[in-house]
């Protein structure tokens, strides 16, 4: 086919179906090669700032490129510095990876490219959330006082939640009245551990709470909140004037996914009358299997919760599932309907726009539909109890080994230890090691691990929850690491 005469008979359309279909096919292939091939990539790449810009054009094309230009530069100049969260050996931070039917839904959401904002305007989309949302609480047990809803990330779940609850308490005046409402408005305090996701700090900048009126409540020694902290600090908050409106207990917190005692917070949170909401955003999704039950005990008494799909339910970024057991509240929060956007049905359907800040709303939902369905509940349930049993396989190695010590509990997947050779015997020289050992392995380009801070000391984390994950990715990422602490141990003896 002559690509010239295609774009002349279609100056003004979009690229005609046959050279979609041609492009579309070879795009597919493309991403099969890709991610069946991903492991000669090396997970994180070798280039330095600006590599990448460097090599691409500085102004935008006057006239038209050929698709194929377009794919070979994918491969030439975008490919080299990408980071690969798909790759088995990703076992930084939380790994998010995505699938085969989460990839193709994706596709075919940019294909119908539905706006969501009213029911009015794609009752599918707005109904296939509804019922996708209902599937997901129902897998993670859920009862049915919790009503869900589609957000893009756990940022922005945690974030309409907690805005509930400034408006809840305050009898919608901040939404009224805006900050400068005068002596009427309180000064709002709200409660997490120190090991809460950042996230929480940054809702309360924008919602004028301030990173003043978050107090933090310390950890026992298993990085979890202390639930007599809380009470101790509402006390005094109180009689110090603040007045304390919600607490966030967090299950699977970040460094170390230590689970808070949700049952003990939420005891709190009902006798002080807080809002009570509970960030699962990584781990959440591990409560369908039932051995993992237990991470959601109290989750029922919470008011409102974030789990993220795309975090670890193999579903491509973005997809956040907020629930909120007043959704009343929510959308006495948010609703603002004007004149051009009212419909016929308002009253007898949800219009997803009256529950949150955007109005444009993507068609995420179809994502849960494919994955749920392809794989389904059991199918998910299996992936997610291997990455479990992956996870305390390399914990117990740890264990095992006199120059390795595990940092923290594993209830999932994530493990937090360092290297502690006995000859070695000061605080800084082990962290001296961790970190030099940290970058040699990810310098390697075979593995790719992350770290933290525990009391002061620098921790490795690896974490597996990758659908490319084997049992080999784990033990080669294992022997991976002590031959680099060899490699270093002998420069540190000469
Ligand atoms: C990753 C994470 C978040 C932030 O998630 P986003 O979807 O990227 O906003 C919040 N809380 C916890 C516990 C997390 O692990």
């Known amino acids: 086919m002559n690509s010239n005469n295609k774009s002349k008979s279609n100056v003004f359309g979009d690229m005609p179906a046959e050279e979609f279909k041609e492009h579309g096919y070879k795009m597919i292939d493309w991403i099969a090669e890709y991610l069946t091939d991903i492991e000669k990539f090396p997970v994180i790449p070798d280039i330095k700032p600006g590599d990448i810009k460097n090599k691409l054009p500085k102004n935008p094309p006057r006239t038209s490129d050929s698709f194929e230009k377009i794919l070979a530069d994918i491969d030439e100049k975008i490919i080299p510095g990408v980071t690969h969260w798909n790759h ?176 003990k917070i939420a005891d709190i949170c009902e006798k002080e009358r807080l809002w009570l909401h509970v960030d699962a955003a990584h781990a959440g999704v591990t409560a369908m299997l039932p051995e993992m039950k237990y991470i959601f005990k109290g989750v029922d008494r919470a008011d409102s919760l974030v789990v993220n799909p795309h975090k670890w339910m193999f579903t491509p970024i973005d997809l956040s599932l907020f629930y909120i057991r007043k959704p009343d509240v929510l959308k006495r929060t948010f609703s603002l309907v004007p004149e051009y956007l009212k419909t016929a049905e308002d009253n007898s359907v949800e219009n997803l726009m009256d529950y949150g800040i955007q109005l444009g709303r993507r068609f995420r939902a179809l994502k849960l539909w494919f994955i749920i369905r392809y794989f389904g509940v059991n199918g998910i349930i299996e992936r997610l109890r291997e990455h479990i049993r992956l996870g305390q396989l390399f914990a117990s190695w740890i264990d095992k080994h006199p120059d390795f010590e595990r940092m923290a509990l594993t209830p999932f997947s994530t493990i937090c230890f360092r290297a502690h050779p006995a000859k070695i015997n000061s605080e800084a020289e082990i962290d001296k090691l961790n970190e030099n050992l940290l970058q040699r392995i990810n310098e390697t380009g075979k593995l790719f691990i992350s770290h933290t801070k525990l009391n002061g000391k620098h921790v490795l984390r690896l974490s597996v929850s990758g659908i490319r994950t084997e049992e080999r990715h784990v033990r080669e990422a294992w022997e991976l690491i002590q031959i680099k602490l060899k490699e270093l141990f002998m420069q540190f003896s000469c």
């Open 88 to 263: 088995p050996n990703f076992m930084a931070y939380f790994n998010s990876t995505s699938s085969g039917p989460g990839i193709l839904a994706e596709m075919l959401s940019a294909a119908l490219n539905t706006n969501g904002m009213l029911w009015k305007t794609s009752p599918s989309t707005t109904e296939l959330e509804r019922v996708t949302v209902d599937w997901m609480r129902q897998m993670l047990g859920l009862s049915e006082s919790f009503w869900g809803i589609i957000y893009d990330t756990a940022s922005v779940s945690s974030m309409h939640a907690i805005a509930a609850a400034r408006e809840e308490v305050t009898e919608y005046s901040f939404r009224q009245k805006g900050l400068s409402g005068g002596e009427k408005i309180p000064k709002l305090r709200l409660y997490a551990s120190e090991h809460a996701h950042s996230s929480i700090e940054k809702v309360a900048i924008l919602l004028g709470i301030g990173i003043d009126g978050v107090r933090k409540i310390p950890v026992d020694n298993e990085f979890k909140m202390i639930p007599e902290k809380l009470s101790e600090a509402i006390i005094e908050d109180r009689k110090n004037g603040w007045r304390p409106f919600c607490a966030v207990a967090t299950v699977g917190t970040t460094s170390t996914t230590s689970i808070d005692p949700v049952d």
